[in-house]
């Protein structure tokens, strides 16, 4: 069954994607409608029980209002002569499925309908937000929401659903949020910003491998993306040991570690890894629901131990964050001048990724409990050669690793994987 519900906002124009959009326009382009469902940003959220039951009504009003509340919302991407742009229309209809379930089915109900709601690619000009409800005997139980990713990242889903929980616990929000049109603006204004970064990133790039995984080794599996998880309580503990014990992150302390292990796999002197970045770091970005994230680049060449090179390399690392911010236009003219003075196409494809929301209270960080190693359905097309993504799984630390298997079989793939845990664990027990 279907509703549908109306949205008015003041707010409307046309405009070019701002840098973050158009830089994961371009890698779904690449990847194509068959495989670009992967990029889709599901979000569950289980409906407040403050207030007493919400009828299906009320809950799509609600959502009518987060929609005209943000520009990225109401953002109809399409691609034209000239390239992609896209229309923040100031009113339209959102479309809502609702599944009516038994109360013990809810969970599994919201679960099924937001995976159906997330298999499909995002079109041409299609409204870049799906939404469903479960309906238990008249009340709503739970949302399912799935975002196109060229309007919203995953910190972007996030305010959606604060904001949407916010309007069913409280009936308003009355502070106005950042808008995804005036961040085109801005961004067109900040060439400055955007040359330093790509020069950076140029200098760079002149003195690393063309790519870290050059040439095809194997045949490859069917799909030829595999994405392998693992979820290691003892690799959670050991991450935050060390973290701590080096005053940094834990996405600092595997985005090391996984460079280190890239070295000893490829042999390359020098490897380079594109950590994607949020570009969340002002008051100003934090809460704007649009796609922020760009690739930054760490390059690590000779090293010590685990211990030492997060000391050494710290500095270089927040660098690499710094330089995530930058007009994909002008950068990929870039990438073609050093690829045509080399000779070579020239680009790392080899990602890291940081999927968590905040880090794990520290004492419910366990190191008990068995490992696992998951297979997840791969793709036949991906935008890159190698990404690993940390993420919460199964109660801990979900390392998951997307690969191509011409260039990295599924055996090594699993070996990589393991190998990360014993080397971070091994790390945390020495002092050295």
């Not at 953002?75 to 339209?92: C, I, M, N, T």
């Not at 070996?415 to 002092?431: D, I, K, P």
Request: proline share 5%.
């Amino acid at each position: 069954m279907r509703i549908s519900v109306d949205y008015a906002s003041s707010r409307s124009g046309t405009a070019a994607l701002a840098w973050g959009q158009r830089a994961i326009w371009e890698a779904i382009r690449r990847v194509g409608p068959d495989d670009a469902h992967y990029f889709n940003v599901p979000r569950v959220l289980a409906v407040p029980r403050a207030g007493g039951p919400r009828t299906p009504g009320s809950v799509a009003e609600a959502l009518a209002q987060v929609v005209a509340r943000h520009d990225g919302l109401r953002s109809l991407v399409r691609l034209g002569a000239a390239g992609p742009h896209q229309e923040v229309v100031a009113a339209g209809t959102l479309p809502i499925e609702t599944v009516e379930v038994a109360n013990a089915d809810a969970g599994a109900a919201a679960a099924e309908l937001v995976t159906r709601l997330a298999a499909r690619s995002f079109g041409d000009g299609e409204q870049p937000l799906r939404a469903g409800l479960v309906v238990c005997d008249g009340a709503v139980t739970h949302v399912a929401l799935v975002l196109s990713h060229v309007v919203s990242d995953w910190q972007a889903a996030d305010v959606v659903v604060r904001d949407l929980r916010m309007l069913l616990l409280r009936g308003a929000i009355t502070t106005p949020p950042s808008q995804l049109l005036d961040l085109v603006r801005e961004e067109q204004a900040a060439s400055a910003r955007s040359d330093r970064a790509i020069a950076q990133w140029e200098a760079l790039l002149r003195t690393v491998p063309s790519a870290m995984f050059p040439e095809a080794v194997a045949a490859g599996s069917t799909p030829r993306f595999a994405r392998a998880v693992l979820s290691s309580p003892r690799l959670n503990h050991a991450t935050h040991m060390l973290a701590r014990r080096a005053s940094v992150s834990t996405a600092t302390v595997l985005l090391v570690a996984v460079t280190m292990l890239l070295r000893e796999l490829t042999g390359h002197k020098v490897c380079a890894i594109t950590p994607i970045v949020h570009n969340r770091f002002s008051d100003r970005t934090r809460d704007l629901v649009t796609s922020l994230n760009q690739l930054g680049l760490f390059t690590l060449g000779p090293c010590g131990s685990l211990n030492e090179t997060l000391v050494n390399e710290y500095s270089a690392v927040i660098a690499s964050y710094r330089r995530a911010r930058f007009d994909t236009l002008a950068f990929d003219k870039m990438i073609d001048r050093v690829s045509a003075d080399r000779g070579v196409s020239v680009f790392p494809s080899c990602c890291f990724n940081d999927l968590r929301v905040g880090e794990d209270p520290i004492g419910t960080i366990r190191d008990d409990g068995e490992s696992e190693l998951e297979w997840l359905p791969g793709t036949e097309r991906r935008s890159c050669h190698f990404c690993v993504a940390l993420m919460h799984w199964k109660g801990t630390l979900g390392v998951e690793l997307n690969a191509d298997t011409t260039r990295l079989p599924e055996s090594e793939m699993a070996a990589l994987l393991h190998r990360l845990e014993s080397f971070v664990v091994e790390a945390a027990r020495s002092q050295s």
